[in-house]
C-alpha cells in the first residue's frame, strides 16, 4: 500500500515571460486603483494654500495691468462707413 502513494511535489511549468508580463501588469494595476481611491478620499491641504495665494497681486504692477484693459474691453469699435458721392 505505500508503493502505491507518491509523496513527490507536482511537476509545475516554470511561467513563460506572458504569464510573468500579465502577473506584474496586474499587481501594478491594483497598486494603481488604490492610489487612485486614496487619492480621491484623502484630501490635500497644499492646494488650499496656493489657490488663495493665486488671488493675492503680488505688487503693484499686476495690479494695474488688469484695471487697464478692462475698459477697452467694454468699449465697442465705431462701425466704418464708406461715404457715398
Not at 513527490?8 to 511561467?15: L, N
Not at 503680488?58 to 465705431?78: F, L
Amino acid at each position: 500500500m505505500a508503493a502505491e502513494l507518491d509523496f513527490s511535489p507536482p511537476e509545475i511549468p516554470e511561467p513563460t515571460f506572458m504569464e510573468n508580463v500579465l502577473r506584474y501588469g496586474l499587481f501594478f494595476g491594483a497598486v494603481f486603483q488604490l492610489i487612485c481611491v486614496l487619492a480621491i478620499i484623502l484630501p490635500v491641504s497644499k492646494s488650499h494654500k496656493t489657490d488663495s495665494d493665486s488671488f493675492e497681486p503680488k505688487n503693484s504692477e499686476t495690479a494695474k495691468k488688469p484695471k487697464a484693459t478692462a475698459p477697452q474691453i467694454s468699449k465697442k469699435p465705431k462701425k466704418e462707413t464708406k461715404k457715398k458721392r
